[in-house]
């Protein structure tokens, strides 16, 4: 649906700079900023859960960051035996 209200809201210089900035950091529009926080106020009522799921991930980083370095390992290994094996046919 197109976006066709719209909002007028007063405040200070530098509220506004501030907020320039915020929208210009995440490289979106003032607007899409606005629009996108009331979206995540809508997730309010699972961000209980949404945190529980982020620290889970955040304590099962090093065993997937080391999982991922045996694969990158396990495939290097992979391509210098098929590369050895190329060469002598």
Do not use: N
């Not at 197109?2 to 501030?18: D, G, H, Y």
């Not at 529980?52 to 999982?67: C, F, H, N």
Request: no cysteine; net charge neutral.
């Amino acid at each position: 649906m197109a976006a066709t209200a719209r909002l007028v809201v007063q405040m200070t210089p530098k509220e506004k700079k501030a907020l320039d900035a915020r929208a210009g950091k995440a490289g979106i529009s003032v607007s899409e900023l606005v629009r996108r926080r009331l979206s995540a106020d809508d997730l309010e009522p699972q961000m209980a859960e949404i945190e529980a799921l982020l620290a889970g991930i955040e304590a099962r980083a090093p065993d997937i960051l080391q999982t991922i370095d045996q694969a990158m390992a396990t495939a290097g290994a992979m391509a210098a035996s098929l590369d050895a094996m190329g060469r002598k046919v």
